[in-house]
């Protein structure tokens, strides 16, 4: 069976600050099925059309989250955006917005992953043996579904920068951590294996932190696997204000009996 | 060789590369459009609160006219018996009441409260905390704003008293 083809128009943002390329958008007329993603489109423009065009991309599966940007306006990422769902025949790729360009379609995530590693994101607690030297030293915590729950869906976090790009605090302030680095702060906070709370409390608590966000929604609007980071800000908040519960009991550790 | 952002320009030394600030700026949340009724409401709680804070500063230099004689007063009265200060009024009326309501929205969703529970996503994804129930704060929001305006207008514009 046959399927319909069509014919759209991808323009794409162009530039190199190293030539001195002004920017400037490159159109490619592209032949697309139904099932054609952005990625797909931008491939095929870059074998068959311009192999100079710079995108990032790797796993073409929503998994590794490398090829975000922005299609018609808002950020997604291009594998996982189909152009028949887009109801255009031209489809407009920009770099993702509120990262450092580097060529056309390709950002800088130093300062993203710099705000993510600024919050710890690791499980803190004093009575795991850090330095394992024997297999037998290895130990688990104990830990129901219902408290895997509490946090799982903040641990889906690809880090693609699509929420820090769609958020309009970090349009304008450059030291607010973002929605990514806050959703993880939350993350670990609701883990009950780690009793790193009043450390990480201390980091998203200041001047330029947890309380810059005023829940425009952006951000859990544009994630592509419903991490939902404005929850996980927004409940970290209660928390710091004690107003939502945080009965949260430090999982113990299973004995070698056990 | 390493990668070193430069937001001024695009210069750079030795064997850098350049690169060239995205960071939206301003224009990032003027525009409120693309990203849900939750961005809107944070659009319009900002101008809303800029607005009444310009108002308030000129409300107070208004009531401070007093200190010059009733005279003083009266023609800074007169002011807002005009069709531009009526519309203004009206404004300030719009912009008071959305803020007020959505205000008390904010500090509920803010908290941690009305905005659901963490559990395990499902394809198509819908975040939880974009729920139609502290969504519909933004609507009684407005509505309340609309009919607030309305109220006004036929106070400084028709016959109720």
């Known amino acids: 069976m046959s399927e319909e083809t069509n014919k759209i128009k991808l323009k794409v943002y162009r530039t190199n600050y190293n030539k001195e390329e002004s920017p400037h958008y490159d159109e490619f007329d592209v032949s697309v099925k139904r099932w054609t993603t952005v990625l797909d489109a931008l491939l095929d423009a870059k074998s068959y059309s311009d192999s100079s065009l710079g995108i990032r991309y790797s796993c073409r599966m929503a998994s590794c989250g490398s090829c975000g940007?922005?299609?018609?306006?808002?950020?997604?990422l291009a594998c996982y955006t189909?152009?028949?769902e887009l109801n255009d025949q031209t489809i407009v790729c920009d770099p993702l917005p509120n990262f450092p360009r580097i060529r056309d379609l390709v950002t800088d995530f130093t300062e993203f992953f710099a705000h993510h590693k600024k919050i710890e994101p690791y499980i803190h607690n004093e009575k795991v043996p850090i330095d394992v030297a024997k297999k037998d030293d290895l130990v688990e915590f104990k830990q129901t579904p219902e408290d895997v729950d509490k946090y799982l869906q903040f641990s889906y976090c690809i880090k693609c920068g699509l929420c820090y790009s769609a958020c309009p605090t970090v349009a304008t302030d450059t030291k607010f951590p973002g929605p990514q680095a806050l959703s993880q702060a939350y993350r670990?906070?609701?883990d009950?294996?780690?009793s790193g709370e009043s450390t990480r409390f201390n980091i998203v608590d200041e001047r330029h932190g947890i309380w810059r966000c005023h829940f425009a929604g952006s951000c859990s609007n544009v994630c592509p696997k419903g991490v939902d980071p404005a929850l996980g800000i927004q409940l970290l908040k209660g928390h710091l204000i004690g107003i939502t519960k945080n009965d949260k009991k430090i999982a113990t550790l299973r004995s070698k009996e056990e | 060789m390493g990668i070193k952002p430069n937001s001024e320009n695009n210069s750079s030394t030795g064997d850098d590369i350049r690169l060239k600030s995205g960071r939206e700026g301003l224009m990032g949340w003027l525009n409120p459009t693309r990203y849900g009724w939750e961005r809107v409401s944070y659009w319009l709680q900002r101008l809303t609160g800029v607005g009444l804070l310009i108002y308030f500063i000129g409300h107070i230099y208004e009531t401070s006219s007093l200190v010059?004689?009733?005279n003083a007063w009266n023609s800074m009265l007169e002011l807002t018996q005009t069709t531009g200060g009526h519309i203004f009024l009206l404004l300030v009326i719009g912009a008071s009441t959305f803020h007020t309501v959505n205000g008390l929205r904010l500090i509920f969703t803010e908290s941690g409260i009305g905005?659901?529970?963490p559990g395990r996503p499902d394809y198509p994804y819908d975040a939880t905390?974009?729920?139609?129930?502290?969504k519909s704060g933004i609507w009684v929001a407005l509505l309340l704003a609309t009919i607030a305006m309305l109220y006004g207008g036929?106070?400084?514009f028709g016959d109720v008293t």
């Not at chain 1, 940007?69 to 997604?76: A, S, V, W």
């Open chain 2, 68 to 70: 010059n004689g009733i």
């Open chain 2, 129 to 134: 905390s974009l729920n139609y129930k502290q």
């Open chain 1, 192 to 194: 009950n294996r780690d």
């Open chain 1, 82 to 84: 189909k152009i028949s």
């Open chain 1, 188 to 190: 670990y906070t609701a």
């Open chain 2, 115 to 117: 905005i659901g529970r």
């Open chain 1, 69 to 76: 940007m922005k299609i018609n306006g808002r950020p997604r």
């Open chain 2, 154 to 156: 036929m106070v400084m």
